[in-house]
Nanobody, 124 residues
Framework: QVQLIESGGGLVQAGGSLRLSCAAS????????MGWFRQAPGKEREFVAA????????SYADSVKGRFTISRDNAKNTVALQMNSMNIEDTAVYYC?????????????????WGQGTQVTVSS
């Protein structure tokens, strides 16, 4: 079992930046693909970004491409999401997720473990 704990959420003004971090409980998670998803009020959970086990493969939703960057540090069992040039549409609860294979996926059903989520609010 892998536990995921997100941190770094909060309130930011439009145009600002936030950095989310996700800490995994198990060393074996370094072989897992990791992803970030988000869910805004009244909307379905949507894919944000994903990274393969070695960090060389990444994928981003079109809405965040060029603004968000996903990265990982397998020595520390952490995954980060750097969010720049944020806008009001980025307001959501952000979830970290892990899947028990090394390749990334854009589909939330493919992920086996989830964090509790962290709130990100962008104000105008």
């Amino acid at each position: 079992q892998v536990q995921l704990i997100e941190s770094g959420g909060g309130l930011v003004q439009a145009g600002g930046s936030l950095r989310l971090s996700c800490a995994a409980s198990a060393r074996t998670s370094s072989r897992y693909a990791m992803g970030w998803f988000r869910q805004a009020p009244g909307k379905e959970r949507e894919f944000v970004a994903a990274i393969g086990w070695n960090g060389f493969s990444t994928s981003y939703a079109d809405s965040v491409k060029g603004r968000f960057t996903i990265s990982r540090d397998n020595a520390k069992n952490t995954v980060a999401l750097q969010m720049n040039s944020m806008n009001i549409e980025d307001t959501a609860v952000y979830y970290c997720a892990a899947r028990r294979v090394s390749t990334i996926s854009l589909w939330f059903n493919d992920y086996d473990y989830w964090g509790q989520g962290t709130q990100v609010t962008v104000s105008s």
